[in-house]
C-alpha cells in the first residue's frame, strides 16, 4: 500500500494534504506519559491531573495559576520542534508538487519545517497567537517574548501577576488563539490562509483531466467537517480525484468512493518515513 501511495503522489497534479492531532502524535508531540510527566511533575502533584489535555481545561483559581501552566504548554507544543522528524520528511516528500496543507493542528510544525506559508492554513488556530478574551477586536498577537518570560519567572506553579496578558484595547484578560467557541478571532492572517486555500481548490479542481489527490493524515473524527468529510465530498465530485487516509483508526469510506479510496491502518510516522525514502531513491 506504501508503494501505491507514493505512485499516486508521484503522479498527481496537485495534492491536498488534510493533517490532524493524529499526525503531532506521530511526531513525538504526546500530550501525556513521560513528555507530560517530565514538564508538568509540580503540576500533577497540586492539581491531580495526568495529561496535558486535562490541564487545558482545569478550573484555576487564579490567572497566575492558569498562565503558569499555558506558558508550559505553549512553549513545549509551539516553541519546540518535534521529537521525531516527521514534518521535516513530510516535506521533502512534497518538494517540487503542486501542494497545500489544510491542518486543525495548532503547534506550527509545517512552517518550522520549511513548508511555504502561502501554502498553509491553520483552520483552528495557533499556539503562538494571543486574542482578546471578549473579543472586542479581530486582531491577534504574537506571544513568545511573553511567554518564555512567564516561565522563566514563575515559581510554584503561578506567574507574577504583571505578566498576566491584558487587551491593549479594552483591558479584558487575554486568551489562546485556539478555536473553542464563537469567540475565536479569525484575524487577517487567517483569512487571507482561508482565501488561498480556496483558490487552489477552485483553480485545481476545476482542471480538465487533472489528477487530484486527497492525503488524510491523522485526522480523526472529533472535527470530520473540516477536513474528512470535504474530502471525500470533493473526491466525490471530481472523477479524477483520489482519496487515501492514513491513520490508526479507519472510519467508514462512503461507498460512491470506495473505488477510489485508499486506507492505510498503520502508524503514521513508518508511513511517512517509508514514503521519504522512496522519494528520495526516485530523485
Request: hydrophobic content about 35%.
Amino acid at each position: 500500500m506504501i508503494k501505491k501511495l507514493h505512485e499516486l503522489i508521484s503522479n498527481c497534479d496537485a495534492l491536498i494534504i488534510g493533517a490532524g492531532a493524529g499526525l503531532s502524535a506521530a511526531a513525538g508531540f504526546e500530550y501525556d506519559g513521560e513528555r507530560f510527566r517530565e514538564n508538568f511533575w509540580e503540576f500533577e502533584l497540586k492539581y491531580k491531573f495526568h495529561d496535558m489535555y486535562s490541564g487545558g481545561f482545569y478550573p484555576y483559581k487564579t490567572l497566575e495559576e492558569k498562565w503558569a501552566f499555558w506558558s508550559k504548554s505553549i512553549f513545549l507544543n509551539r516553541y519546540t520542534n518535534p521529537p521525531k522528524p516527521l514534518y521535516d520528511m513530510l516535506r521533502k516528500i512534497v518538494d517540487g508538487k503542486n501542494y497545500f496543507v489544510i491542518t486543525t493542528n495548532v503547534d506550527h510544525c509545517f512552517q518550522k519545517a520549511g513548508f511555504d506559508k502561502s501554502r498553509l492554513f491553520y483552520t483552528q488556530g495557533d499556539y503562538g497567537l494571543f486574542q482578546c478574551s471578549v473579543p472586542c477586536h479581530d486582531k491577534t498577537y504574537d506571544n513568545e517574548r511573553i511567554i518564555r518570560e512567564m516561565i522563566a519567572k514563575q515559581k510554584d506553579c503561578k506567574i507574577p501577576s504583571d505578566l498576566i496578558p491584558i487587551c491593549p484595547r479594552c483591558g479584558s484578560p487575554m486568551e489562546m488563539n485556539l478555536r473553542s467557541d464563537d469567540s475565536f478571532v479569525e484575524d487577517e492572517g487567517w483569512h487571507r490562509a482561508a482565501k488561498n486555500y480556496h483558490d487552489f481548490l477552485v483553480a485545481n479542481l476545476q482542471k480538465p483531466y487533472a489528477k487530484i489527490l486527497f492525503l488524510e493524515l491523522g485526522v480523526g473524527l472529533n472535527t470530520p467537517v473540516i477536513i474528512k468529510y470535504p474530502f471525500q465530498r470533493m473526491t466525490s465530485e471530481c472523477e479524477n480525484a483520489f482519496y487515501v487516509c492514513v491513520n490508526a483508526e479507519i472510519g467508514r469510506i462512503p461507498k460512491d468512493i470506495q473505488e477510489r479510496s485508499l486506507c492505510i491502518q498503520s502508524d503514521l510516522f513508518d508511513v511517512i518515513n517509508e514514503l521519504s525514502g522512496r522519494a528520495e531513491n526516485s530523485r
